[in-house]
C-alpha cells in the first residue's frame, strides 16, 4: 500500500498533539479525497432534514458553517433556503467548497478564519452555528476549547443556537471500536479507523481505494465533557441526539449530535 509522504507528524506521531496541527493534516492530496469519504449522495439520504428541521422549527434563517470542511453542510443549507456563510482553519478546504459549490450552482460565501478568534475576522451575528464533521476535537486543550466555544456564544444573536458534533469516543475509549459509517462517513470503499486511542488522543488512518494513506490526530472528546463545556461558557440548554435520534443507547451511536441555545425556549 503506497504511503502518504506529505503530512508531517513529526519522529513520534502519536505524540503531536497541538491544536495548531490540523492545518498540516488537510493537506491538498487529502482535502481532494475527502468527498469519497463522505459520498455527498450518500451522506443527504442517511441524514435526510435533520439540520434543515432543527433550524427551520426555531426559526432561523443565517447560519454560520464553522467548520465547513468541502462545503457539504453549507451546499444543503443554502439549497434549502438558509443564508450560509462557510469558515473554516483550512484554506484548501474552503478552495474545494468554493469549488462543489460552484458545481451545484451556488456562490459559497467563504472566510479563512481560526475559531479561536471567530468574532475578530467575522463580523454580525448569527441566527446559528454549526461546527460538524467531528472537528471540534482538533482542539486539543481546554483553554483552546473554551476559547472557540465562547467566539461561538458571542457570534449569535441572544435567541441563536449552536449545532456541534462530536465521535462517540466514550464508546472507542471504554468500550472499543466499532462503526458502520451508517451516518457520517458514507464512502463504502473509504475505511476511516483508530490506529491509536488514548485519554488525550484519538489517531485514526483514512485508507482510500488507490493505497494512500492519511492520518487525523485528534482529541477524543467525552459527551458528558463537550455538554459542561457549553453550559460553563454560557449556553442554557443542551440536548444532545445520537446519529440524528432522540433516544439511543450511550454505546450504539457512531456521532453525537449537540444542540446548544443560548436562551430558554420551547422547541
Not at 487529502?30 to 442517511?46: G, N, Q, Y
Not at 449545532?163 to 468500550?175: E, F, M
Request: proline share 2%; net charge negative; aromatic share 14%.
Amino acid at each position: 500500500m503506497a504511503a502518504n509522504t506529505d503530512q508531517n507528524f513529526g519522529a513520534d506521531p502519536i505524540a503531536m498533539r497541538e491544536t495548531d496541527h490540523y492545518r498540516e493534516e488537510y493537506i491538498r492530496g487529502f482535502v481532494d479525497k475527502w468527498d469519497e469519504l463522505i459520498d455527498w449522495e450518500a451522506r443527504a439520504e442517511s441524514e435526510g432534514r435533520f439540520f434543515i428541521d432543527i433550524l427551520k422549527a426555531r426559526g432561523k434563517e443565517t447560519v454560520l458553517d464553522v467548520a465547513t470542511g468541502t462545503g457539504f453542510h453549507s451546499v444543503q443549507l443554502a439549497k434549502a433556503g438558509f443564508n450560509v456563510f462557510s469558515a473554516d482553519g483550512s484554506a484548501d478546504m474552503l478552495t474545494k467548497a468554493f469549488e462543489n459549490g460552484r458545481n451545484r450552482g451556488l456562490v459559497l460565501k467563504t472566510v479563512h478564519v481560526d475559531w479561536r478568534w471567530l468574532n475578530k475576522d467575522l463580523h454580525g451575528k448569527y441566527d446559528a452555528i454549526i461546527c460538524l464533521g467531528n472537528s471540534f476535537t482538533h482542539l486539543f486543550n481546554e483553554a483552546d476549547r473554551r476559547r472557540a466555544l465562547a467566539e461561538f456564544y458571542a457570534a449569535l444573536k441572544h435567541d441563536g443556537i449552536l449545532i456541534l458534533d462530536q465521535r462517540n469516543y466514550d464508546a472507542i475509549l471504554d468500550v472499543g471500536f466499532s462503526s458502520k459509517h451508517k451516518y457520517y462517513y458514507c464512502g463504502d470503499r473509504v475505511t476511516a479507523e483508530p490506529e491509536h486511542v488514548d485519554e488525550s488522543l484519538a489517531r485514526f488512518c483514512y485508507s482510500f481505494p488507490d493505497g494512500s494513506r492519511y492520518h487525523l490526530n485528534m482529541f477524543p472528546l467525552r459527551k458528558a465533557y463537550v455538554r459542561r463545556l457549553m453550559k460553563e461558557v454560557g449556553f442554557q440548554r443542551v440536548k444532545t441526539y445520537g446519529d440524528f435520534q432522540e433516544t439511543y443507547e450511550d454505546n450504539q451511536p457512531d456521532f453525537f449530535i449537540h444542540v446548544a441555545e443560548k436562551s430558554f425556549l420551547d422547541g
